[in-house]
């Protein structure tokens, strides 16, 4: 279950970046066909790497669908906090405030939405196990999982 929630951490935290990585894969695989088309590149090896940069953005992709599809399917409180949270940059105290709550309280309701949204991510057959094959390789999304992973470990270190 912690790697889901460090999963579900990473995919939040990625998601606004996810459409200028996409965009910049495009760009590369651009300059990419152009450069090794006018430098006589072999065309089998060019090939090659096109796929693989294809594949790399149809990845992003899917984290971008997978976490929409995620957080389509929560209650609404718990999409508003992690979208509030995650996408708009939010500082704990400042949704505490918003919310009437304490600090603490409002950490217990994250860890609930982020609960929610690993549930609904196993639900949907896309638990850690799949996330760590398909999407940890990647370079952007291995050092977003690493950062989501230091995070918890600080939080959980608090709490034990």
Same mark, same amino acid.
């Given at each position: 279950m912690d790697r889901d929630l460090i999963w579900c951490a990473a995919l939040l935290t990625a998601y606004r970046y996810l459409p200028k990585v996409a965009s910049s894969i495009d760009r590369y695989i651009y300059s990419t066909a152009i450069g090794g088309l006018c430098s006589?590149?072999?065309? &089998? #090896?060019?090939f090659d790497k096109i796929v693989s940069l294809n594949v790399r953005k149809e990845a992003i992709i899917n &984290? =971008?669908?997978l976490t929409d599809k995620c957080l389509d399917s929560l209650e609404d409180k718990h999409t508003r906090l992690l979208k509030s +949270? %995650? $996408? %708009? +940059? =939010?500082g704990c105290d400042v949704l505490a405030k918003e919310q009437g709550v304490s600090e +603490? #309280?409002? $950490?217990r309701r994250l860890d609930s939405a982020l609960a929610a949204m690993a549930r609904a991510m196993r639900r949907l057959g896309y638990g850690s196990d799949w996330l760590d094959e398909r999407v940890g390789k990647d370079a952007f999304m291995s050092e977003v999982y690493a950062k989501a992973l230091g995070e918890y470990k600080v939080k959980t270190k608090g709490t034990a």
């Open positions: 006589g590149q072999d065309a &089998i #090896t060019l &984290i =971008k669908v +949270r %995650y $996408f %708009y +940059r =939010k +603490r #309280t409002l $950490f």
